[in-house]
């Protein structure tokens, strides 16, 4: 299960940690452009997030927002959402992978 997290606040770098880096570098590594998508679209894809969400959170980077991903059991996602609804994202949806 994975949390998507988008917020406006002026920068437009993702930061991850964890067991999800692993296969986003394995992705990025081996993608260039695939369907249309950049390498970071192709790796967001490839962990489950729909192809119409990738395209809007790509987005949102070019226009210097930012994205959080976070990954973990159905408890650690849901507690992710509790503590980040209180800044009032742009975006938030929570993707089953």
Do not use: W
Not at 17 to 25: E, N, R, Y
Not at 28 to 40: C, D, N, P, R, W
Not at 55 to 80: F, N, P, T, W
Not at 81 to 96: C, F, N, Q, R
Request: proline letters at 4%.
């Amino acid at each position: 299960m994975s949390g998507v997290f988008n917020q406006n606040i002026g920068l437009g770098p993702v930061i991850m940690a964890g067991p999800l880096v692993a296969v986003l570098v394995a992705t990025l590594e081996s993608a260039v452009v695939v369907g249309g998508l950049s390498a970071l679209g192709a790796a967001l894809y490839s962990i489950g997030i729909p192809r119409e969400s990738v395209i809007r959170y790509e987005a949102a980077l070019k226009s210097a927002q930012y994205l959080l991903v976070v990954h973990g059991g159905h408890d650690e996602v849901a507690r992710a959402h509790e503590v980040l609804t209180v800044s009032k994202p742009v975006d938030m949806a929570i993707h089953l992978s």
